[in-house]
Every structure is written in structure tokens, then in C-alpha cells.
């Protein structure tokens, strides 16, 4: 998890947000290392362009996939892969 790793100190309220902007099979690739899946399992998602994906780490290293390739911000006639 070089990228992402849980809150450090005292406050977890004090929260980092990091923002990475990446080729579509970087991020599949960086999604299956941190929920711990087989790597080779990013063959099966497909991330359109400009799509957002959320991870959440809390403070005891859980991983949470909140949303992955959502485009719902995105018009439907400027959604490509």
C-alpha cells in the first residue's frame, strides 16, 4: 500500500485526502493490490475515462472500495473506454 496507508496519530478525525490521476489499468491494478485480491483479477473491471473511484483506509487498515468507475457526473454521449 505505498500510495495509501491508515490515518497516523491520535485524531482520526483528521482525515488526508489523496487525489491520483492514472491510466484506467493502473488504478484497476492499484484496486486489487489494496482489497487484497489476486492482481491478475483486473482483467475483469473496466473503468471508463474520467470515471472516480474512492478508497477508504481507517485507522485500523481496512479497505473499503466505496465506488469504482462511477461516471455519474459524466453526460451519457461523452462516456468512452
Not at 41 to 52: C, I, Q, T, Y
Amino acid at each position: 500500500h505505498g500510495f495509501m496507508a491508515p490515518p497516523q496519530g491520535s485524531d482520526i478525525r483528521n482525515i488526508d485526502a489523496d487525489i491520483i490521476v492514472a491510466h484506467g489499468n493502473m488504478l484497476r491494478y492499484f484496486i486489487c493490490k489494496v482489497a487484497q485480491l489476486d492482481p491478475a483479477a483486473w482483467l475483469r473491471f473496466r473503468l471508463l475515462h474520467a470515471s472516480v473511484t474512492v478508497v477508504q483506509i481507517d485507522a485500523r487498515g481496512g479497505v473499503l472500495v466505496k465506488q469504482m468507475g462511477d461516471v455519474g457526473h459524466l453526460p451519457a454521449a461523452a462516456l468512452t473506454n
